[in-house]
């Protein structure tokens, strides 16, 4: 289909694997159309790239509509682009200009170590999970699903914070590489729904002890996290992650889990 | 060779209760001593991983994505059915399986989509339990909406992403199992081959997708939840490495595979706009609640834009769905809407540049409900569309096109979701047993996690109570080695082919054959001359593929070539299975057998069956057992949306 085209420079991160050096190479892709995303220009430069006899370019990808997770680039000193709201296989080429030079690198965090070019480890955000982001409960046996009314705006509100995809993007783009975005969007949710209420002190410490110990740094609260969040998740959802830990901490006993 | 499907004697609503009380039990204290292999982390395999290892059971899981969480299921956009009749419309269980052996074209069993709909009900509760948060309406109960196929509202949903909301829910319960270690989960590895032992399925061979390691791992029993095979068409709206390489391994390895040919092409995605592409988007068939499907009357009106058509006056305009079946309108169930979207574009009064296009409007519903409710109900679809098209949607139509979405077909599996092969279960839409030849919306979901919450934990028992106390799989039985020798001897064949084009040059070559012969609308001459081409197909990959690299490292190009290798051989045989079925049913359009308004015509004499095709060797045909469907509870008629 013919459209608008434009021809652009790309520096990309290559690295052969964990604990390799990595650097800096350039690339040129012509006649790319506005109407691809930014993920199929990659394809198209890895097309060229293979016949050339060259290794493609390795990079995370799958669902390619925004909501598995899995796509995590650091374009242009922004993770997933310079767009809002969105992720790298939203972006589209018409967010660039001919001729520019675009900047491709990996999640760079001690807690994301890099396993090839642009593809990082992300399991610690799975430990993360694993120390207590659920509702301890087992299949079977439990109330019927309309037995506990929730109220519309809680209901809303914790599905704000369960869209969480698990991308990353808020730990590569925090100086200090802090999760709090991606653990209090959990803990905020389990803590907004009755359902999550039981545990919820136990889950708070749990999480954030889980969460330093995979190495992500603390947060100090300047947001970045915020504004490059794919789903628009709010450090509202911090601020209650942290009233959370300090009833938490003051008062372990669960017995008094309301309070 | 006949398929015992192990249906429970009895009345239909009483089937599954019985069988539950009539399966053999494992003592909890037992349970432990027995290893389970659960491949795939999406709905069925999350689900059944975390429910198998809370009753006891060692659990290996395994993904190839980096983490569970991002397995396909994760993507489902509108909803989960479930019979709860919250909404005192006249919804029952009854209903439930009705709409859905109906929306199937009375291809699939009666008593397994009765037990599915009796359990849909518990699915919903067990989601709430887990913090899964449903929308609810201002009273704090949970809201429904309406989907293609029924007359009742009875789909729950979380904004537009149901599906990753449940996939989570699934994820939190198979993480506190990671947690307790009674599940050691696998991430990164994709399963190669299944490993069989005197005729029953004992392990698998898997590749670790980073340092390339060829390893197998025992198990009593393995579970393959690993989706379905729509990406065999190249485009579709699976996730890119969704594929079907299990499912093909297991078939290889003597388990049947049945109805392939039976693929569901959703009528609501975004249209194809170049060559380049890779990868097609859904739109929620939600949308089709609010949105109203036309295209102009007249051709001279074709390949209008969207900009345009806002201009075209009512009376040029042809709101097909509407016209043609007034009491289900815009609700018809997907293989209808997108056969008839085919039609239409067919006669030449397609949309958009390419003419590969209809108009789904929202202007009507805008007007009537105000632009606030409708961006409340869809709003994120209507960004995901503007995000890719750059056109507005609540100020111009949207243009979509079929593309294809699910398989309904899948290994062969009883009522205990066990394949032919001993101790090898298939769950989810790696199955082919509850959608017939057209699956409803919002039944996936519903499906993927009644297999793994509700099904597998009761059935598994009636085969490992089976098994020998104690005895672990021995992995020095040779059967290990040989399997690792042939994943490894494929992998080396792969990387030594040192051809000219790529994965993707091939894949796409394939993807235009399916398509064209095998997609929309199929005869028996296409599907003849698709085998033939699909036979010169797999010449050209064994002699001209190019892989660059190393095994020993993380190589994508080496995935897509092991993929690839498996659609090749697996796509024939869906045009094998299409050729043998010279009947139409549900998205499997025979243009040999329509009624005279063009709809699909069943030929229930000769085709009510299921069927299950073998592996016979290298070069061989297929043999073909045949299941016969028995209805006792539903009289067959030709579907009528009208």
């Not at chain 1, 694993?130 to 046996?141: C, E, K, L, R």
């Not at chain 1, 506990?148 to 599905?159: F, H, L, N, R």
């Not at chain 2, 056109?391 to 294809?404: H, K, L, S």
């Not at chain 2, 593929?545 to 095994?551: E, F, M, Q, R």
Request: aromatic fraction near 8%; glycine fraction near 10%; hydrophobic fraction near 35%.
């Amino acid at each position: 289909m013919a459209g608008k085209t434009i021809n652009i420079k790309l520096k990309i991160w290559r690295q052969a694997g964990e604990n390799k050096p990595g650097k800096f190479e350039s690339y040129e892709v012509n006649d790319v159309s506005v109407d691809m995303s930014f993920l199929e220009m990659l394809d198209v430069l890895n097309e060229n790239e293979l016949k050339k006899g060259n290794d493609p370019i390795h990079f995370d990808h799958d669902c390619r509509e925004g909501i598995c997770g899995m796509c995590s680039l650091y374009i242009n000193g922004k993770p997933h682009g310079p767009k809002h709201g969105i992720t790298t296989c939203q972006l589209h080429m018409r967010t660039f200009n001919d001729g520019e030079t675009i900047v491709v690198e990996p999640w760079r965090a001690s807690a994301f170590p890099v396993l090839k070019d642009l593809v990082v480890d992300r399991t610690s955000f799975d430990r993360i999970m694993q120390a207590g982001g659920y509702v301890t409960v087992s299949t079977g046996g439990v109330p019927d699903a309309n037995e506990i009314a929730i109220p519309k705006t809680v209901a809303d509100e914790a599905m704000d914070a369960a869209q969480c995809i698990g991308c990353g993007a808020c730990v590569a783009a925090c100086k200090n590489a802090s999760a709090m975005l991606f653990t209090s969007a959990k803990v905020s949710q389990l803590a907004l729904l009755p359902q999550g209420g039981a545990e919820r002190k136990r889950r708070a410490l749990a999480m954030v002890e889980q969460h330093d110990a995979e190495g992500f740094g603390a947060c100090t609260n300047t947001g970045a996290c915020e504004a490059v969040c794919p789903k628009e998740i709010s450090i509202t959802h911090i601020a209650r992650l942290n009233r959370e830990f300090t009833r938490a901490s003051f008062s372990g006993n669960e017995t008094d889990y309301q309070n | 060779m006949s398929l015992e499907s192990k249906i429970p004697a009895g009345p239909l609503a009483e089937k599954w209760e019985k069988h539950k009380f009539n399966v053999k039990l494992v003592n909890p204290a037992n349970k432990r001593k027995f290893n389970i292999i659960v491949v795939g982390t999406g709905l069925a395999g999350a689900s059944a991983a975390a429910t198998l290892a809370e009753l006891g059971y060692n659990v290996d899981a395994f993904c190839f994505q980096d983490s569970p969480r991002r397995a396909h299921s994760i993507a489902a956009q509108g909803g989960i059915n479930a019979a709860k009749n919250y909404q005192n419309d006249g919804d029952s269980v009854f209903r439930l399986f009705y709409d859905t052996i109906k929306g199937g074209d009375y291809r699939s069993r009666e008593a397994n989509v009765h037990r599915l709909a009796e359990v849909s009900t518990e699915i919903i509760d067990q989601c709430v339990a887990q913090g899964v948060p449903f929308a609810r309406d201002y009273g704090g109960l949970l809201d429904n909406r309406s989907f293609g196929g029924a007359q009742v509202s009875r789909t729950f949903y979380a904004r537009g992403q149901t599906g990753q909301q449940l996939l989570l829910g699934a994820y939190s319960a198979l993480t506190k199992m990671v947690n307790t270690g009674k599940v050691k989960m696998h991430t990164r590895k994709e399963m190669l081959d299944v490993v069989t032992i005197d005729g029953a399925a004992k392990g698998i061979v898997t590749r670790d997708l980073v340092t390339g390691k060829v390893e197998s791992h025992a198990g009593h029993a393995v579970l393959l939840c690993t989706g379905g095979y729509g990406n065999v068409f190249f485009l579709s709206t699976n996730a890119m490495a969704s594929n079907g390489s299990a499912a093909w391994r297991a078939y290889k390895k003597g388990a049947k595979f049945a109805n392939p040919c039976f693929t569901q092409i959703h009528p609501t995605c975004i249209p194809v706009h170049g060559d380049y592409q890779s990868k097609l988007t859904l739109m929620s068939e939600s949308l089709r609640n609010d949105g109203r499907v036309w295209v102009p009357k007249d051709k001279k009106h074709a390949k209008i834009t969207a900009a345009e058509a806002v201009k075209l006056p009512e009376s040029e305009r042809d709101y097909y769905l509407e016209r043609r079946y007034p009491s289900f309108g815009n609700l018809v169930p997907r293989d209808v809407a997108s056969r008839n979207a085919k039609m239409v574009c067919d006669e030449g009064r397609g949309v958009g540049v390419t003419g590969l296009a209809v108009f789904l409007d929202f202007a009507d519903a805008i007007k009537r409900d105000g632009q606030k409710t409708i961006e409340a109900k869809y709003g994120n679809l209507f960004d995901m569309y503007k995000q890719i098209t750059a056109d507005n949607p609540y100020e111009v139509p949207m243009m979509i096109y079929p593309a294809v979405h699910y398989t309904m077909g899948g290994l062969w599996v009883d009522y205990n979701l066990s394949t032919n092969v001993p101790g090898l279960y298939a769950l989810g839409e790696a199955n082919f047993s509850d959608h017939g030849a057209n699956r409803l919306g919002a039944s996936a979901l519903m499906q993927g996690l009644a297999d793994g919450y509700f099904v597998i934990p009761y059935t598994i028992g009636d085969y490992i109570a089976t098994l020998p106390l104690g005895q672990a799989v021995d992995k020095s039985n040779p059967a290990f080695a040989q399997a690792e020798k042939e994943a490894q001897a494929r992998i080396d064949k792969l990387l030594n082919i040192k051809g000219n084009q790529t994965p993707d040059d091939i894949h796409k070559k394939l993807g235009h054959i399916m398509w064209e012969y095998c997609g929309m609308s199929r005869n028996k001459e296409g599907l003849e001359k698709a085998r033939g081409m699909i036979q010169e197909l797999r010449k050209e990959f064994n002699k001209d593929l190019k892989v660059i690299g190393a095994n020993e490292e993380l190589n994508m190009t080496l995935e897509k070539a092991l993929r690839l290798e498996d659609f090749l051989e697996l796509g024939e045989l869906m045009v094998i299975d299409a050729h043998n079925r010279s009947e139409s049913c549900g998205g499997h359009f025979r243009e040999e057998s329509q009624t005279e308004e063009g709809e699909a015509l069943r030929q229930d004499e000769e085709f009510s069956y299921v069927a299950a095709w073998g592996y016979e060797g290298e070069g061989k045909d297929p043999s073909l057992t045949k299941e016969d469907l028995v209805f006792e509870n539903v009289k067959l008629t030709q579907r009528s949306y009208k």
